[in-house]
């Protein structure tokens, strides 16, 4: 068996509309119905600048494959994983749509490997590492 990659990370929301708003609006991602629904009542797909649906956003009260039934709760935060992290490029226009929205946000450059990085929570309270590679 050979592991290929990361399809997509799945992000369960009681908070669904200010999810989509913050991948889409914030993070100037694409969003769209997940394929079979024409539209985003009960969840999204987001995607990369290159086609691929990096996350998939789902209703909390949705009952997902290998699930009988919803949790009856929904947690915050990113559980034991401790956070996504995004391949990202222009470093500038991101960081002005961060602040510009008042989200909390760590910067941390590491010119040795040519990385900037921000660090912002959603609202769910993942927490997303946002990589800017130089060339």
């Not at 394929?35 to 909390?60: E, F, N, Q, T």
């Not at 990202?88 to 941390?108: F, K, M, P």
């Amino acid at each position: 068996m050979a592991i290929i990659g990361i399809e997509h990370v799945n992000i369960r929301t009681a908070c669904l509309p200010e999810t989509i708003h913050f991948y889409r609006d914030i993070l100037g991602m694409t969003v769209a119905p997940p394929p079979g629904r024409s539209d985003l009542s009960d969840g999204a797909w987001v995607y990369g600048s290159d086609g691929s649906a990096v996350l998939h956003i789902g209703d909390a009260a949705l009952v997902y494959p290998g699930e009988t039934q919803a949790p009856a709760t929904v947690p915050n935060g990113t559980g034991t994983i401790h956070h996504v992290a995004l391949s990202c490029d222009d470093y500038g226009q991101v960081r002005e749509l961060i602040e510009a929205n008042d989200i909390a946000l760590t910067a941390n450059d590491l010119p040795q490997f040519n990385l900037r990085q921000i660090f912002i929570r959603d609202p769910n309270g993942v927490l997303v590492e946002l990589n800017f590679h130089s060339v």
